[in-house]
């Protein structure tokens, strides 16, 4: 193979035979659980990178079962969102996602900076309660539930939500194990068609586990649950931070 053909296919590894496909990547039917809950404070600005700011004590613990996601076909994801500000901007900080699919976590790891792991994690309605659960291994870390579809959600809040920023920390070493990129990224939800959205009872359960720290933010308090379905497009994301200059 010459080096100019190289060079044109080298979008994802292996060469011959990509982890993932080019986008778009859309996303039909995807359904969430958002358990929003107040934390230590001390331990939000020990774990969030500047130049992003903690805007409040709260988490957002999803859970997302995605069963038919373009060039990534059908899988579920569960990890915490932090509220921040970026340069008087507010949005959410990514800080951990743990999935079973191996094409979105090289995806997300290589093309935005997703801090993606690999685990099994579930999302299901149980008779009358929508139930997420994470396992890493033979370990149960996570467990969420709520009552299903108890009440309406305020569809402009949701959509609101779902259309601010988001921010990812990338990494990506040399072959000598130093930071080759080291950048703040910033991405957003696009095209997004809410199909519905409920509140109702939560409750949010975290173990601790040594490669899966979702208990290193404790749960204090249940704010509030959400549970929605949309349809949108995961957009590339713009490096908004240089931490290598």
């Not at 995807?30 to 934390?39: A, F, G, P």
């Not at 801090?115 to 870390?141: H, I, M």
């Not at 040594?210 to 549970?227: F, I, K, R």
Request: charged content about 20%; proline content about 9%.
């Amino acid at each position: 193979m010459k080096e100019g053909h190289v060079r044109e296919r080298a979008f994802s590894m292996p060469l011959t035979s990509p982890a993932y496909p080019t986008g778009p990547y859309r996303f039909c039917q995807r359904e969430y659980l958002v358990i929003t809950y107040r934390t230590d404070p001390e331990r939000l600005r020990e774990l969030v990178p500047g130049p992003l700011e903690v805007i409040g004590p709260l988490v957002k613990y999803e859970f997302i079962r995605m069963p038919d996601s373009s060039g990534f076909g059908d899988y579920t994801e569960s990890g915490q969102v932090i509220p921040v500000s970026f340069r008087g901007k507010q949005g959410s900080y990514t800080h951990s996602m743990f999935l079973n699919d191996e094409s979105p976590i090289a995806a997300g790891r290589e093309l935005w900076g997703f801090p993606k792991k690999f685990a099994q994690p579930t999302l299901r309605a149980e008779t009358d309660t929508l139930v997420g659960t994470l396992d890493y291994g033979p370990v149960r870390v996570a467990t969420g539930t709520m009552g299903y579809k108890h009440k309406p959600a305020d569809a402009a809040a949701v959509l609101a939500s779902l259309a601010e920023p988001n921010f990812l920390l990338k990494i990506i070493p040399h072959v000598d194990g130093r930071p080759r990129i080291c950048e703040l990224v910033e991405y957003y939800l696009e095209d997004i068609d809410l199909r519905g959205a409920w509140t109702g009872p939560g409750a949010l359960d975290l173990h601790a586990h040594a490669l899966a720290p979702v208990a290193d933010l404790p749960v204090l308090e249940v704010v509030s649950t959400m549970h929605f379905i949309a349809d949108l497009t995961l957009g590339l994301g713009k490096v908004v931070h240089d931490y290598l200059r």
